[in-house]
């Protein structure tokens, strides 16, 4: 881990430097990406393979190799950019390492908030403020879905009909107990810690879910898409995360209703 955060500093200098002034152009699919993205993966990409010369890294901006055998890093330099372009501090750098196929180790580093939640298999999940000292962390106790708190990133609802997951999500808004548009990685670090019951996104991609995976699971809670799939994990393009697989399953059905 200590390389890891060693890299994640790096790419702090990058990102917080460019706060309250980044500029965004739009990429092919119609997300928003600024230089600051770019430059900090590049960053993350050389301290990787300083210390790991022989491991792929796979990541947002630059592509690259996502390997099913052996090891295999994936990065996201700015997962919430949409935020980070209003100058919101809901953003974060997400770091996570697959072992055939398999993530094993996550990082969920919230840069603008000085906290970071991160978890290897078997070992915990642990939750690290600056200047602090790690702790661990766990989800809530459960609660039926008409009760639960639950993190959303968006509702766009009529722009999204046309998309699998994009519906779903807008039904599933109106029966959540209390609803949080706490954004991108940020609800599932609050997930992790309890503060949220569930964390829902119905648009998500590898780099996006590979680091979720070990703090969810090693806090105690479960993991899957909107279909209620848990494998491959990787290859799903929603995610529900939930402190226990009950409320797991009540948000899938609420959500094909």
Known sequence: MTAVFAALRESDAII?????????????????????????ERILRACLRTVWPGDPVFGEEFGGYLAGRGRC????????????VLGLPMFGTLVSLLIDGV?????????????TT???????????????????VR?????PLARAKVGMTSVKEHAWYGEPGGLEVARLARK??????AGDCVQYALLCR??????????????DIAALVPCVTEAGGVIGDLAGATVPILSRSSIVAANCARLQREIVRAARR
């Not at 070992?123 to 790690?134: D, E, I, N, S, V």
Request: proline share 6%; with cysteine.
């Open 118 to 136: 991160y978890a290897a298999i078997g070992h915990g999940c642990w939750l690290l403020r600056a200047g602090g000292r790690p702790k661990r």
């Open 73 to 84: 890093w994936l990065v996201d330099p700015i997962d919430g950019t949409a935020s980070y």
């Open 176 to 181: 959540v107990g209390r609803l949080r548009m």
């Open 103 to 115: 993530p094993v180790l996550g990082v969920i580093h919230l840069p603008a908030l000085g906290e």
């Open 16 to 40: 917080l430097k460019s706060l309250h002034r980044a500029q965004a152009d739009l990429k092919a699919d119609g997300s928003e990406v600024t230089r600051a993205d770019r430059n900090a």
């Open 139 to 143: 989800v809530s106790a459960a609660q």
């Open 194 to 207: 309890g503060a949220l019951d569930a964390a829902v996104d119905p648009f998500m991609k590898p780099w």
